[in-house]
């Protein structure tokens, strides 16, 4: 999908985080990115996997970090903790007895080189 501020580049882009968010059925972080993930190494160890390499997300141990506010409502209730589950994930993994490698991608920014510190 091209985003929409490259189709109508008179338009600003969309800030996501102004977005409402409601998960389907069983599709929330727990389930996914928890339970799902749990099946994914269960099952790599069961067929003798020898190295995982797993994708998840920077920012994991941040409990404040806004994606772990998606899908709650304005008091912190609701299914959300995106971050949280995948860390966990990540922590089964670890203890899993597999070997592994954890990619932890971070988001990306429309500002100037110079105007960014690299951490």
Do not use: C
Not at 12 to 36: C, S, T, W
Not at 61 to 81: A, P, R, Y
Not at 88 to 97: P, T
């Amino acid at each position: 999908k091209i985003p929409m501020n490259v189709m109508t580049p008179n338009k600003k882009a969309i800030n996501f985080r102004d977005l409402k968010f409601k998960y389907g059925p069983g599709q929330h972080p727990e389930m996914v990115d928890y339970v799902g993930q749990k099946k994914q190494v269960d099952f790599a160890r069961r067929l003798g996997v020898k190295h995982v390499v797993l994708v998840s997300s920077m920012g994991g141990l941040d409990n404040s970090n806004f994606l772990n506010q998606i899908g709650k409502d304005k008091n912190g209730e609701g299914q959300g903790d995106i971050l949280v589950w995948k860390r966990k994930a990540e922590q089964y993994l670890i203890e899993s007895g597999l070997q592994y490698t954890i990619i932890h991608p971070g988001g990306l920014v429309d500002t100037p080189s110079n105007e960014m510190e690299l951490v």
